[in-house]
């Protein structure tokens, strides 16, 4: 059975950081193209950030320079570090693990953990 577990979520202050953490089992992430999404109430889910497994890493505009992904193969848990976070920052976080199968690309998701970015 496939899990990924999110933590590290909380309240921080505007221009605070936090570090999420998403580990892995079921599967050896090593071949998975591993990304963080976010939803905000009432927004659709979106994509702050991913690394592939050649270690390719990509963010949106609205991230970039603030977050910064990374994987640890060997502990099979993926990172989310996040700087200068902002209010527009708050969202519920989904750590996702994707790979492409003869039959198309197969999704894992998190439970998700809160970030809310308030003063």
């Known amino acids: 059975q496939v899990q990924l577990v999110e933590s590290g979520g909380g309240l921080v202050q505007p221009?605070?950081?936090?570090?999420l953490s998403?580990?892995?089992?079921?599967?050896?992430?090593?071949?998975?193209?591993?990304?963080?999404y976010r939803q905000a109430p009432g927004a659709q889910r979106e994509l702050v950030a991913r690394a592939t497994s050649a270690g390719t890493t990509n963010y949106p505009d609205s991230v970039k320079g603030r977050?910064?992904?990374?994987?640890?193969?060997?502990?099979?848990?993926?990172?989310?570090?996040?700087?200068?976070?902002?209010p527009e920052?708050?969202?519920?976080?989904?750590?996702?693990?994707?790979?492409?199968t003869a039959w198309g690309d197969l999704h894992y998701w998190g439970q998700g953990t809160q970030v809310t970015v308030s003063s």
Do not use: E, H, P
Not at 24 to 36: C, L, R
Not at 71 to 82: H, P, S
């Open 22 to 36: 998403c580990a892995a089992s079921g599967i050896g992430i090593n071949i998975y193209a591993m990304g963080w």
């Open 89 to 100: 920052d708050t969202a519920v976080y989904y750590c996702n693990a994707k790979t492409t």
């Open 15 to 19: 221009g605070g950081s936090l570090r």
């Open 67 to 86: 977050f910064t992904i990374s994987r640890d193969n060997a502990k099979n848990t993926v990172y989310l570090q996040m700087n200068s976070l902002k």
